[in-house]
């Protein structure tokens, strides 16, 4: 079995996949010894390790090379997250993916928000650049189609409308070639239940402070939880609460 199938044969609906995200090498590494199944990478992270802020402001060079780093290091699966694909066309976007892939990393993470505002591609242009994307890197490459929808309104508003909003996407990201669904900041367990129920893609859910514990999330019928930006900033703050003690030692 390839690190491909053997990923995409871990997102089982009520059984979630966990990933811890990563970062780098180092990282990637330490997960790995941890027991993770797989490995993904956070862009935030990425970027903020770097030096840079989220949003693709990472050279596109530099988070290749990182990937590939990531890569290596580690015998487990590796997806990365790709963000909106460094390129609004669809035809750049799949370029740049197939680029991705020949890193070794065995998916991605790839979103319909608009990179520096502007809200969410339609979903007629969203579905095109997955189709795009799928055509440059074939069938063994799990496309993580995430969804900004949720992500882009307070968690107060969050409805069945929305959620209709999003179970559309999900059907039309599946008919471009897409893998997974991804809902970032839905928490409600009744709309993350409908999304599953509905959605014909397996679902991932973000982990955040303060969210549904990971068997009340994993009974909606959630295949993939992951923990975004928040493993590094736990790294981050311990290594800054240590350094801060060492110098007022």
Known sequence: M???ESFAALHLPGEPLVLFNVWDAGSAKAAERAGAKAVASGSASVAD???FGDGEEMPLDLALANAERIVRAVALPVTIDFESGYAVDADAAAANVARLAATGAIGCNFEDQRIGGGGVYPIADQAARIAAVRAAVGPD????????LFLQAAPETHD???????IERAHAYAEAGASGFFVPLLADLRLLEHVCQASPLPVNFMAFPGAPSVADV????VARISHGPFPYKLAIKAFEDAARAAFAG
């Open 141 to 148: 490459f799990f496309i993580n189609a995430r969804t900004d």
């Open 218 to 221: 994993a009974a909606t019928g």
């Open 2 to 4: 390839s690190r491909f």
């Open 49 to 51: 390790a770097f030096g």
């Open 160 to 166: 069945d409308a929305m959620v209709d909003a999003a």
